[in-house]
């Protein structure tokens, strides 16, 4: 899915800035900037914009008057990521049902989050839009996740996942036909969140595996490929209730 949007910021290094995060992530299309919420409401009205990320404190029109004029337009309107330096606005922001809420200074890390919640949120709304194509994604298997490697955003495929291991703030990705796991600064909890229950689960405070990657299982461990994983003790119970369904 690609999410059009566009920026509005009256700083001028701040517009900037928001663009180039725009721009590296691939699943976020800039299709306009504008230097001034008056400028932006008129492009408004020529494009389809799915996407805002918007300033707050701005001369003439300010970002939260304009996200109380798109308000009115109801089901059609964009949605909002605020991106300002005063967090005394983060309740208007809600009341306004912004998506998200970045203080100034945010890192790419920090927008990638909050753009990630609109991928969600857009995600579910298109496959409540579209059941057959909900139903056709889901038969083609398009499901995977972005993640941060090294200095880039890579896509991996649920389905070539083996199983993950956590070392403190970082994570390995273990992939089918691939030699070298992946490296990415993340946690295991944070990662766990991101992927189906259904088809993924920790097994031991390190290991997150992939429940249809199983090759065999002990007493006390299971193995994929060559790898023997320990399930941990507090972890015992919820692959017990995952074993009974085959038993």
Not at 151 to 160: D, F, G, M
Not at 188 to 213: C, D, G, T, Y
Request: proline share 3%; glycine share 4%; net charge negative.
């Amino acid at each position: 899915m690609i999410i059009n949007c566009i920026a509005i910021d009256d700083e001028p290094l701040a517009l900037g800035l928001v663009c180039a995060f725009i721009e590296q992530t691939p699943f976020l299309k800039l299709i306009g900037r504008y230097s001034s919420a008056v400028e932006a409401l008129v492009g408004l009205q020529d494009q389809k914009v799915d996407l805002i990320f918007l300033d707050i404190q701005m001369p003439n029109l300010n970002g939260m008057e304009l996200a109380r004029v798109l308000d009115s337009r109801g089901a059609t309107k964009p949605r909002i990521i605020f991106t300002t330096a005063y967090n005394q606005f983060a309740i208007e922001g809600y009341r306004v049902d912004a998506l998200d809420y970045l203080l100034k200074p945010f890192n790419y890390e920090e927008f990638l989050h909050a753009s990630n919640k609109a991928l969600t949120y857009f995600e579910l709304v298109n496959r409540s839009n579209n059941p057959a194509t909900a139903a056709a994604e889901h038969a083609e298997e398009e499901e995977y996740l972005f993640l941060k490697i090294e200095y880039q955003l890579v896509r991996i495929a649920l389905n070539e996942i083996l199983y993950i291991e956590g070392l403190k703030d970082y994570v390995k990705i273990y992939l089918q036909d691939k030699e070298k796991p992946l490296l990415s600064l993340t946690s295991l909890k944070a990662l766990e969140e991101k992927l189906p229950s259904k088809r993924f689960m920790r097994v031991h405070r390190s290991f997150i595996v992939s429940l249809n990657k199983i090759n065999s299982i002990t007493r006390n461990a299971l193995q994929i490929g060559k790898v023997n994983i320990t399930v941990g003790d507090q972890y015992k119970e919820a692959f017990g209730v995952f074993l009974s369904k085959w038993n």
